[in-house]
């Protein structure tokens, strides 16, 4: 109980918002629960804790002396703010990555570990690992229970939260688990702009709008316009959530808007600088300008035909087919002529085919 004490004081030093501790028993339903989405493709292609259920679903495959996870969590709301309502040649981030996030959380994380190894114990730090399935952890310690959106939701701070864990041998007290639950509340679902959660606690990866962002990849065509002015993540399943709404509401509007003429303008080392925290696949930067492509071509105005028009003559095939969709949404005369003269020129099979059908789709339609 001493030790206990002295971690959930250090944590809120660190500025975590809380911890509980649960034990390090497998997890069996939830392995099987990865290995049915695996086995039905609805991971996506994602590794993560789909490479290894086996592994993800029981720490001890990892560390056979563990007893114990001291499951830490941070709310990032209401500091990370809110991008606030659409604006023109502006796209927007969700919340989670306006910053980086999980820097405190896996600093307050290391603090932690450091105390349980000063008493005398073992102690590792998993923070997005593919060693432990961070909800179920959370879960088990009483943080929150299962949403409908597959999120972990606790009472007081709704889906905001971020999750990491302390691996230890210390047979700490286990905290009681949240009694709560959805009930019949499904208003993530019908919020998701494509049907990615296709039944409750149920995600299909491969249609969230969130791990397209993170995906590689050219952006399936019926998904470009349902993701607006995102351009990395999604917040939809979260911000629909009823014990989330007080802090959403509280949040201050503003964060997260970003400039795409200005991003889409930057060098490898300012976007580095600035969005090295996201997961970009591969950590290839031509994906980020992906993203910002579709969202530039759903801001609509002419004005930007210019911002778009550049990346046509990108070297890269894959800049060239997303700039001459957008540039299609855009529409207006300066459109059209930049896709005349870039068809002029084009070879490469994809970005002909994203020419040849640019001008025919339209400002403000959807082909999902």
């Given amino acids: 109980m001493e030790l206990l004490a002295s971690l959930r004081a250090a944590a809120a030093r660190a500025g975590l918002t809380g911890l509980e501790v649960g034990s390090a028993a497998p997890f069996p339903r939830t392995r099987r629960a990865i290995e049915e989405r695996v086995a039905a493709g609805l991971h996506g292609g994602f590794r993560s804790t789909f490479r290894n259920p086996a592994v993800a679903a029981d720490v ?217 925290h996201w997961n970009i696949p591969r950590r290839d930067l031509r994906y980020l300008r992906r993203n910002a492509l579709v969202a530039l071509g759903n801001a609509g105005g002419t004005e930007l035909v210019s911002v778009a028009a550049v990346y046509l003559r990108s070297g890269d095939p894959l800049l060239r087919a997303h700039a001459a969709w957008a540039l299609g949404r855009l529409g207006g005369a300066e459109a059209r002529s930049v896709l005349r003269a870039a068809a002029a020129r084009e070879s490469d099979p994809q970005v002909v085919g994203e020419i040849r059908h640019a001008p025919a789709e339209g400002p403000g339609r959807s082909k999902f």
């Fill in 60 to 276: 001890r495959a990892s560390f056979p002396w563990a007893e114990r996870l001291v499951v830490a969590y941070r709310s990032y709301l209401p500091s990370a703010g809110s991008p606030g309502h659409a604006r023109p040649g502006t796209g927007r981030v969700a919340r989670f990555a306006v910053e980086d996030e999980y820097r405190p959380l896996r600093a307050g994380l290391r603090v932690l570990a450091g105390l349980v190894r000063e008493a005398g114990h073992r102690a590792e730090v998993l923070c997005d690992d593919a060693r432990l399935a961070d909800r179920a952890a959370a879960v088990r310690a009483g943080i929150g229970w299962w949403g409908v959106s597959t999120m972990v939701v606790s009472r007081r701070h709704g889906p905001w939260l971020l999750l990491g864990s302390v691996v230890t041998d210390a047979l700490l007290p286990e905290s009681a688990t949240e009694s709560e639950g959805c009930g019949t509340c499904t208003a993530c679902l019908t919020a998701c702009p494509t049907g990615a959660l296709t039944s409750p606690g149920v995600l299909d990866t491969r249609r969230c709008l969130s791990a397209l962002t993170q995906s590689p990849g050219s952006i399936p065509e019926g998904f470009r316009a349902a993701m607006g002015d995102r351009i990395y993540g999604c917040d939809a399943c979260l911000e629909a959530c009823p014990p989330g709404r007080p802090l959403l509401a509280a949040a201050p509007e503003g964060a997260g808007r970003i400039d795409l003429a200005g991003l889409l303008a930057s060098d490898d080392d300012g976007l580095r600088r600035r969005y090295g």
